[in-house]
């Protein structure tokens, strides 16, 4: 997905061999969005393919293809990142801030980033904004907003030096929200948060086509509620970092070689401190680091363009709960609930595009990887071996995935059909989590170390048609699964957590299957003024015919904007019908249909050599009263919120 778009996205742009020589980059066009200082979360749900479950207000979890973190692989510019929460409660995208952001790249299904791993259902790769070795000399920004729903503040300044030789972009943004309240003016307790995010981008010329890079994230947030949970965020912070090495035109076969060493660390800190009437007071710390590299050769030989990548890294995931007793006399309780798991995983990633002529093209791609995780905590490994005493410390896995996709353009027309098959080894929870309390479906949930690798078999077709003023295009995609994971009941087993329905094990289905379609349409009106819509049907099972949970119902959107110099307007509508296909098991139940509506004005000006863009609007004009399938434990979503924004560059 093209950072300066709004919502495009195809299987044509999860990964492009056509950049090879990068002069220089832009980051998001903040003037053309409907709201310039949106978070990542934001900008994300307006993509194709992209949906977000939200448990509060801050830190939304994406899904492609309406699968979670455990199907899909999120990188920051090809860096492998992991969540330190048990809950996901803190996504890899809310470490990064739409001012740090050139563009996302979506990959539907194996058609992904290849640094991306265990990439079942699809990838996101969010690409930093490097402003790139050219003569601009200095670039200055600076951006002010507020929304009224949750007094939400906002405000960041950003900069940028470059010339042939040398650059820097970096910035600063700060973020901070009261309680909002949903439709009919209902306050939601608990849906605070706070939050900062510092970067910096370098890059120095060593020699004509030589180039060092180095990238460089620092973000906090702190005291975030999250109302749809049972426990609120005291801290989470993030640290990520990178030094890479770039070469342009390597060779007659090769245009461009990078390599990357890389480090993150994520520290997250849940309690429940400021929530009253607690029965038992926890605290749940969790951190995950993650050390690696990868390096990657893009070329092209006749009607072939090609890429080679090989990668690794190394993460540790560590989390912890210690309950206290209102008595005090008595003892806390301690568990590890995630009991230090190592995880090294390597790949080796191929891909070839021939074109046979303008009209026909053919992609092939394959990774395989190599996988050895376990756990490393000796109490936890003794822990876990009460439930499987046959479990070794580690396990050695291997997995791959190839797939294939044929293109035809001609006449406006542009079809292309494509399939793949691949694996995944089991996630950290679902292999070696220890009693961690899903307060979806009120169950405490066990890890299964003896899980079989998730397949899936994937194809997928798309077709569009461009013929001047219409653009129409109709994309599905169709998953089969085998060796399904996902939790289910053991009646032998007892909860730990006060309140649960009893607990899940994590085991494998026989099968599931997963299916996705899409209808978008735009009309380019004479002068000035565009409208665009789309639909989406998605519909996914187990192997009785039971529905999986976190499926959406048919949803709609529709948008008239207008442009014409410095002013520009936008209206917008969506919603949903009534979610019927739900999944009782897994906690959910039906959610209404719904309608949402939001309008936007900006207007830009200039006063001497200082650019001012102003832009305000109304998100949920008619202040319903809703929720949807992906709002954990049907928390409403905002009601009425007018909102401005300032942006002013030099």
Known sequence: MDAQQPAPDSLTKSYSLDEIVVVAKTGVARDRQAKPFSSVEEYLQTAEKVNMIKRGSYAWEPTVNNM???????????????????????PVTSYVETVNLSRVNIGSGFEASPNASNNIGGSLDLQLNK??????????NAGLGYETNGNYRSAGTDFAFSDSTFYVNSGFFHRHSDNYRAGENREIAFSQFAKYNFFANLGYLVAKQHAIEAAFIYDRASGVGYPALAMDVKTAEGLISSLSYRRENLSRLFAQWETKLYFNNIVHIMDDSGRPDVTIHMDMPGASSTGGFY?????????HRYAFNLDACYNRSYAEMTMYPSNPSENPMFMLTWPDVRTLNTGLFVADEYRFDERHSVRLSSKGSFQRDGVHSEFGLNTLQIYYPVMTPYRNRFTGNVSGRYRFRYSGWEISAGAGYGARPPSVSEAYGFYLFNTFDVYDYLGNPSLKQESSLETNVETAWTRSPFIVKVTASYFYF??????????????MTIGAAGVKVYENLPHASMLNAGLSLKYLFPEYLTWSGRISYSRGQDNRKDNLPLIPPVSYESSLSFGKGRFSAEIAVSGASRQRHFSAEYGEDETKDYLTANVSIGYGFKINKIIFNLKSGVENALDAYYSTYADWNNIPRKGRNIFINLGIGL
């Not at 390096?295 to 009607?303: F, N, T």
């Open 68 to 90: 979670t973190a455990e199907r899909i692989s999120v990188t920051v510019d090809g860096m492998k990142i992991f969540h330190a929460c048990t809950d996901n409660m803190d």
């Open 131 to 140: 402003v790139g070795f050219c003569c601009e000399g200095w670039d200055v």
């Open 295 to 303: 390096s990657l050769l893009e070329g092209q030989s006749g009607k």
């Open 482 to 495: 085998t060796n399904y994971i996902i939790g289910k009941p053991d009646s032998d087993l007892s909860s």
